[in-house]
């Protein structure tokens, strides 16, 4: 008999995560984005899911004790990796703490963005799909970093 091994999950800590509903390509929502944050997310390899298809996957690292963000890539020709309610697109993550302020500011420079239809705060306890989802960019961003 073959032993089955359990994933087991962490929570993810001072993440909070954006859902984005937009018609824009990647690299447009990630010039805009770039554009009112001040930042600059740089692409990467995409993202392989289980099922096979591509996703686009962005990066910014602000370095020790400041934000890091990643725009992912969740919907697209291929398909969706994941089904959100709203229809989402793309998700925009935050990583390291951000004051409840900052965060409603940035949702509300995200909606100004000509193109995008919503952007809204991801109740990560209502989202079952969302640790593993988590788990698998966390393991992309660490092949990039451990490939560069």
Do not use: Q
Request: include cysteine; proline fraction near 2%.
């Amino acid at each position: 008999m073959v032993k089955k091994k359990k994933l087991v999950v962490e929570p993810f800590d001072d993440i909070k995560i954006i859902g984005i509903c937009t018609h824009l390509a990647d690299y447009k929502l990630a010039w805009h984005i770039n554009k009112l944050l001040n930042i600059n997310l740089i692409k990467y390899d995409d993202i392989i899911n289980e099922e096979e298809m591509a996703f686009s996957y962005y990066l910014y690292d602000g370095g020790e004790n400041c934000n890091t963000y990643n725009l992912v890539e969740i919907a697209n020709a291929e398909g969706r990796w994941v089904n959100f309610f709203p229809p989402t697109d793309y998700l925009f993550i935050i990583r390291n703490f951000i004051n409840d302020e900052g965060l409603d500011s940035l949702v509300t420079k995200l909606k100004s963005i000509e193109g995008v239809a919503h952007a809204y705060l991801v109740d990560l306890d209502m989202n079952t799909k969302i640790d593993a989802l988590l788990e698998d960019i966390e393991m992309h961003e660490i092949d990039i970093i451990n490939s560069h």
